[in-house]
């Protein structure tokens, strides 16, 4: 399995931006598509964005299209998701996760199950 490793969280105003970057070690990166998911207190987990393992397909949640962009750079083995115009409704542990079986699809694999591999996950809190 691939190891991965989230950072760049933090506290923002509403309106403000932030990039998360996921990290990842111990197998092929360009093997897996790439997502990121997150949980709010109280809540599940949702899908938030999906990547190709190319990086030429990309996938979104309907709460984050138009102000969330998913990334990657498979030279440097990461992903990252830049977060616009941010809500207090962004608030949450925000999850990468590798998905090593379907890495070329993107829009029908969005479930936690789709995803073998996760990250510790890295805070994300919007201040009103």
């Known amino acids: 399995q691939v190891q991965l490793v989230e950072s760049g969280g933090g506290l923002v105003q509403a309106g403000g931006s932030l990039r998360l970057s996921c990290a990842a070690s111990?197998?092929?990166?360009?093997?897996?598509?790439m997502g990121w998911f997150r949980q709010a207190p109280g809540k599940e987990r949702e899908f938030v964005a999906r990547i190709s393992w190319s990086g030429t397909s990309t996938y979104y949640a309907g709460s984050v299209k138009g102000r969330f962009t998913i990334s990657r750079d498979n030279a440097k083995n990461t992903v990252y998701l830049q977060m616009n115009s941010l809500k207090p409704e962004d608030t949450a542990v925000y999850y990468c996760a590798a998905d090593p079986l379907s890495p070329w699809l993107v829009a029908s694999k969005t479930r936690i199950s789709d995803f073998g591999s996760w990250g510790q996950g890295t805070q994300v809190t919007v201040s009103a």
């Open positions: 111990g197998r092929t990166f360009s093997d897996y598509a």
